[in-house]
């Protein structure tokens, strides 16, 4: 789970993404997921790291790397805000709820 989670496209090299695209071309997710529900989970990531891979640049550069794996940082923290800011959100709703329950003496 680990290794799926912080795989990053543009490590693959080209010819192995186009050698994964012809392999998956003859799948389905539907056919798959007939199979495993785990199997077709992995198809999708598969095909959604082969896709990406494929819209890069067939040569990537250190500094495209370091480029996009800073883009995802920023992506994720901002995630991570969100979520922090949805939580307190709901957190202080629950709150105000929990007053307007209360018994009043």
Same mark, same amino acid.
């Given at each position: 789970?680990?290794?799926?989670q912080?795989y990053?496209?543009?490590? *693959?090299?080209?010819?192995?993404?186009?050698?994964? =695209?012809?392999? %998956?071309?003859?799948?389905d997710?539907?056919?798959?997921?007939d199979?495993?529900?785990?199997?077709?989970a992995?198809?999708?990531w598969?095909?959604? *790291?082969?896709s990406?891979?494929?819209t890069?640049?067939?040569v990537?550069?250190?500094e %495209? =790397?370091? =480029?996009?794996?800073?883009?995802?940082?920023?992506e994720?923290?901002?995630?991570?805000?969100?979520?922090?800011?949805?939580?307190?959100?709901?957190?202080?709703?629950?709150?105000?709820r929990?007053? *307007?329950?209360?018994?009043?003496n």
């Amino acid at each position: 789970k680990r290794r799926v989670q912080s795989y990053e496209p543009d490590t *693959m090299p080209w010819d192995v993404a186009e050698a994964c =695209q012809e392999i %998956l071309a003859g799948m389905d997710t539907g056919s798959v997921a007939d199979v495993s529900a785990g199997a077709a989970a992995f198809y999708i990531w598969c095909d959604g *790291m082969v896709s990406e891979r494929l819209t890069l640049p067939q040569v990537i550069t250190k500094e %495209l =790397q370091d =480029q996009r794996r800073a883009s995802i940082k920023r992506e994720e923290s901002n995630k991570n805000l969100t979520k922090g800011r949805t939580v307190e959100v709901l957190s202080r709703r629950s709150r105000s709820r929990d007053r *307007m329950d209360a018994p009043k003496n």
